[in-house]
């Protein structure tokens, strides 16, 4: 049977066909980006708009990102919206850091992300999630899905950060950091229309008080564990914590820099992999073709005599892996990636102008008419190992590209691919039903009511 005819299309708005006056442009924007992108967006290599408050470039081009991200990556730097939105929370973390700071930070950060040390989160990873999956034994109703991995990403992040250890209550904490990001990761009207940054925005004020009480704690939190490492030495736990403590110095953090990068780490690197499983198991859900070849090849891994250790299941399961990547490309979790080129640039015949807001979206890229057949379906098939050649490095950006490529990519990936092993051999998640996530872009593409799934047990 053709493979394009079973291939299951999930929920994502119509490409709009009309222009957009400037009241709904913002109100969309405030509401759901996602919405906003016309014909051209999925269709043109690059498309150049003049809005009233900022002239913007949509770069879709496969050889335009790379000009933008790679080779002229120097010419550009971060967003003045995203910076404004995000540097009250993340200050000098690695995500919001420009120029000299960031260079430094990321050379003194590259140590606590090599490959050594995440293969030694596997089995933290691995623990978290049986820990976790125990609350589905006994489910009876259904359960929302995108909340469940937000708190199975969010635990295996607190127990790779501190592994545990938080100078406060640990329930309040993470309560915490969801009202932090929920409040201040918007888009403010007033940054789009260019209001000075003394002006408060509505979107940070709610947030304020969470973020006070949250650096708090993170601060408590890195003495205490200073103070443990002063006392016990190497007996500590080697977590993100003791890693980057151990990169305090002159040429390597400064101890405000370890706390924004606390704070930036837990910002990036749990709702972004939370959203990615979400809509694995809902796309997996609704194309059992597909969730059958991927428990087949769960089920016969984990039935070997000698199970490897959890580090190796990233080769190991080829289509699991497939399928995650295919949710990605359809959800990116970070939809897009916004750069402001300090000087005029040109690629081709395309103008760069100083000071336009250039859009690098995985969103447009990964669902272009131009660079993917049958771009709206679910296909893991694209992404398995015979596949994967074809697609261009640059076609595919969940995790960026270039100097500033998400530096936690393989931490993501092996976390997912954990927990969904453990997830998919033990139970079956469905969705009953006619209901349909909606996609919104928030900080990261979430749907808009949740996930709500039946698990229950395969075995
Ligand atoms: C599926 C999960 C994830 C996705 C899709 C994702 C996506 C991204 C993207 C697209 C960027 C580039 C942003 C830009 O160029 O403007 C980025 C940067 C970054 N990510 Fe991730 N991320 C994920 C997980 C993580 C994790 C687990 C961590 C940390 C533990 C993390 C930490 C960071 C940091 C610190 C940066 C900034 C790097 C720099 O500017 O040098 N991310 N991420």
Redesign the pocket.
Known sequence: MDIVQTAFIPPAPVPRTGPVGTLRLIRTIYRNPLELWGEPSYNEPWVSIDWSFAHTIIANDPGLIRHV?VDNAKNYK??AV?QRILRPILRD?????EGET?RR??KA?APV?TPRHIYGFAEAMKRTTETFAKRYEALTEPTDVSRDMTML?YDI?AE??FSGEIAGDPDQFSHEVDRLFETMGRVDPLDLLGAPNWLPRFTQIRGRRALAFFRQIVANTIVMRKNRMDREGDKVPND?LTLLLKAEGPDGLSRGEIED?II??IG???E??A???GWTLYLLAKAPWERDLIEAEIDAFMDQRQVPPSYAWLDALPLTRAAFEEA?RLY???PS???EPIEDDQYMDLELPKGAAVL?M?WTVHRHRLYWDNPDAFMPSRFHPENRDKIDRFQY?????????????S???Q??IIALEILLHRFRFDMPGSYKPWPVQKL?TQPDRGLPMTVAPRR
């Open positions: 991200l971060m967003a995203r973390g690695l995500l919001t850091a960031w930070s990321r950060m992300f990403t992040l790779t950060l993100f990068n930036t780490f990036a690197g749990h972004t992999t959203r990615a499983l990605m990116p979790p970070a990636i916004n750069r690098v995985p950006l969940p995790f960026g590209a270039g100097p500033r490529v998400c530096i936690g990519a931490f993501a990936l976390e997912a990261t």
